[in-house]
Nanobody
Framework: QVQLVESGGGLVQAGGSLRLSCAVSGNIRSITSVGWHRQVPGKERELVASLSRFDRIYYVDRVKGRFTISRDDFANIWYLEMSSLNAEDTALYYC????????????WGQGTQVTVSS
C-alpha cells in the first residue's frame, strides 16, 4: 500500500512552465509505476505520462516534446515538468500508482489544479 501527495499546481500564462511533484510513501515495491492523469469537467480522465520503476516511459501524443516525467529515487518523488503550456492543458492533475499484481491504477493523490491563462 502506498500514499500519494501532489503539489506544484497553480496559475500560469500560456507558454509558461510548471513542475508538479508526487511524493510517494509506503511500500514502493507494491507498485510498478506512477502516472500523471488529468481531468477536465465533462471529459474522461486522461493518462498524460507515466514512468515505471524500471524506467519505462509513456507520454500521450499531445504532450510529447512539452512534458517530461522523471523520478527522484532517493526521495521517492515523481515529477512532471510541463512547458509551452496552453489553455488545453488546464485541468485537475492527479498522480496515481499502478499496482503490481493487477496493473490497475489503484491509489490516487488528491489532485492539484493547473490553470493556463491565454
Amino acid at each position: 500500500q502506498v500514499q500519494l501527495v501532489e503539489s506544484g499546481g497553480g496559475l500560469v500564462q500560456a507558454g509558461g512552465s510548471l513542475r508538479l511533484s508526487c511524493a510517494v510513501s509506503g511500500n514502493i515495491r507494491s507498485i510498478t509505476s506512477v502516472g500523471w492523469h488529468r481531468q477536465v469537467p465533462g471529459k474522461e480522465r486522461e493518462l498524460v505520462a507515466s514512468l515505471s520503476r524500471f524506467d519505462r516511459i509513456y507520454y500521450v501524443d499531445r504532450v510529447k516534446g512539452r512534458f517530461t516525467i522523471s523520478r527522484d529515487d532517493f526521495a521517492n518523488i515523481w515529477y512532471l515538468e510541463m512547458s509551452s503550456l496552453n489553455a488545453e492543458d488546464t485541468a485537475l492533475y492527479y498522480c496515481a500508482a499502478r499496482r503490481d499484481y493487477d496493473g490497475k491504477w489503484a491509489t490516487w493523490g488528491q489532485g492539484t489544479q493547473v490553470t493556463v491563462s491565454s
